[in-house]
């Protein structure tokens, strides 16, 4: 998997690769941003819901897990990603 990487920067004109590196840093960290915002706002977003019916704290966990798996499975590819683009 480490090849294909490679093989894809080397195929970046190398004068624009610190502009990429930079951009790509900015854009992750709104995106760790983001995910800082979803969870200071956590109450609000998954607590209980008077309009649903069946509105347990099971449910609730499974909210949150739907949202944080997933978040957190991206977050950390995105990471190894731009830790290969910083050391490429």
């Known amino acids: 998997m480490i090849a294909p990487i490679h093989n ?3 195929l970046i004109n190398p ?5 990429l590196r ?9 995106y ?3 995910g800082a915002y979803i969870f200071r706002n ?3 977003f998954f607590d209980r819901d008077p309009r649903v019916d ?13 949202v944080l798996i997933p978040w ?9 990603l731009l830790i ?3 050391l490429a």
């Open 8 to 10: 894809m920067l080397a």
């Open 15 to 19: 004068a624009a690769l610190p502009a």
């Open 22 to 30: 930079i951009a790509a840093t900015f854009f992750f960290l709104i």
């Open 32 to 34: 760790l941003l983001f």
């Open 42 to 44: 956590r109450h609000r």
């Open 54 to 66: 069946n509105d347990i704290p099971a449910v609730r966990k499974v909210r949150v897990e739907v």
């Open 72 to 80: 957190l499975g991206i977050t950390t590819l995105i990471l190894i």
């Open 84 to 86: 290969s683009f910083w």
